[in-house]
């Protein structure tokens, strides 16, 4: 089976995962994995501890839980393929921030 959903993290967001411990590190991959299985990573039934956003500057943002780390994300839906793989679209990954920072 493969990902239902293409991957793109941003830059900012790429600088603080190559910051985190090696523990933090496989826990933020581990529910990435959960989010890019979903048939909708913004449906509460299908995917555990989300919530969207609703600060102005984290508008249209879901926010995933990963121990003491938030994965801040968006979706845009649109089927597309990539080396003959069928995506729904793309998982965006915005930020990865400490729960304390959020």
């Known amino acids: 089976m493969t990902y239902l959903w293409y991957l793109v993290v941003t830059e900012?967001?790429?600088k603080h995962i190559d910051s985190?411990?090696?523990a933090d590190l496989f826990l933020i991959f581990?529910?990435?994995i959960e989010l890019l299985y979903a048939d909708d990573p913004t449906n509460l039934t299908q995917v555990t501890d989300i919530?969207?956003?609703?600060?102005l500057?984290?508008?249209g943002l879901w926010r995933k839980r990963a121990g003491n780390w938030r994965i801040l994300y968006r979706?845009?839906?649109?089927t597309f393929l990539y080396h003959d793989i069928e995506y729904?679209?793309?998982l965006i990954i915005e930020q990865v921030v400490n729960r304390r920072d959020l």
């Open 12 to 14: 900012s967001a790429q």
């Open 20 to 22: 985190l411990n090696r």
């Open 30 to 32: 581990a529910k990435l």
């Open 51 to 55: 919530k969207r956003l609703k600060a």
């Open 57 to 59: 500057e984290y508008r």
């Open 75 to 78: 979706l845009e839906e649109e």
């Open 88 to 90: 729904k679209g793309k």
